[in-house]
């Protein structure tokens, strides 16, 4: 009985750290430092969950389909990990990564990939149609926080998804290992690779359970091959029938949606303009005098 409060202590107090998010604290490369890249050669558990997540990355790009090695981009690739996993299937990879520390511990560790430090934000820089596959772990979600004063988030992922598209083969599929912070990021992220003519759709391994839930969006590089069939999440057998509560694989798509742009509202009334005029005059600018006409709508055809 004495033991139960702090234990509930304890419970609440590591909900609050599993809360805390990597992106939240500073950008990419300021976070993984060389303390913290270190980790990734030193914490047995660390290297065990990345070494999974990669595992089940590559069994979702499913590049047995077709049969023979593959050339595989590992977006975020980090210290190299899971360019190990790309390895021992067989296959060869190339990675990019924006923390030099990373890309410094993999090139320590050896790996058997070419890595360059880039910024995914910016875009892919490679041939058109070079890549068969592509994966990437724990870091798509970054690409949705504005760290430095020019970011912004729906563009950068409009650059990102449109290269990767270019850089991948006809029908190429790419498989992101990530953690959406919440709905609305999650739409906000698919509805841009869909946008940029990919097809799939989201796969949630273990929807029931707090710890052991993980996000892959499965896409694809045009349509889905002839017999190919939507990948299955992990856990299913705990999963409910659509329409009833819990979460299944979601929406998985084989067809690009269409987007019709919506008409911008006009925002330049009245207040507007004498906000805009009394701007220009703290600056020193000739602006006219506010009048009753003052932004006052024409009648009449223009000339």
Not at 22 to 39: G, L, Q, S, V
Not at 120 to 143: E, N, T, Y
């Amino acid at each position: 009985k004495h033991k139960q409060p702090e234990s509930l202590f304890f419970r609440v107090l590591n909900r609050f750290v599993t809360m805390s998010r990597p992106e939240h604290d500073a950008p990419p490369e300021i976070f993984y430092n060389d303390t913290e890249a270190r980790k990734y050669t030193s914490n047995t558990r660390m290297i065990e969950i990345q070494s999974q997540m990669s595992e089940r990355a590559l069994e979702l790009l499913n590049l047995e389909f077709e049969g023979g090695p593959k050339m595989v981009l590992d977006i975020g690739c980090g210290s190299g990990l899971s360019g190990d996993e790309i390895s021992n299937q067989g296959h060869y990879w190339v990675g990019f990564d924006i923390s030099k520390s990373m890309l410094d511990v993999a090139i320590e560790r050896e790996v058997e990939g070419d890595v360059f430090q880039a910024d995914m934000g910016d875009g892919m820089f490679f041939r058109a149609g070079m890549f068969d596959g592509a994966i990437s772990i724990s870091a798509l979600q970054w690409l949705c926080n504005a760290d430095k004063s020019w970011h912004e988030p729906r563009r950068r992922l409009k650059k990102f998804f449109e290269t990767l598209y270019s850089v991948l083969a006809k029908g190429a599929r790419c498989v992101f290992q990530f953690y959406p912070e919440n709905p609305a990021q999650m739409e906000m992220i698919t509805s841009a690779a869909m946008k940029c003519g990919f097809t799939g759709g989201l796969v949630v391994d273990y929807p029931h359970s707090t710890r052991a839930k993980k996000y892959f969006l499965v896409l694809f590089a045009g349509s889905p091959p002839e017999g190919y069939d939507a990948p299955k999440a992990k856990g299913e057998e705990e999963e409910s029938v659509d329409g009833e509560e819990g979460e299944r694989t979601v929406s998985y798509s084989t067809e690009r949606k269409q987007y019709k742009k919506k008409k911008r509202t006009s925002v330049k009334d009245r207040d507007w303009v004498l906000k805009k005029k009394e701007s220009q005059r703290k600056k020193g600018k000739d602006v006219r005098p506010d009048t009753k006409y003052t932004a006052r709508k024409r009648s009449g055809p223009r000339i």
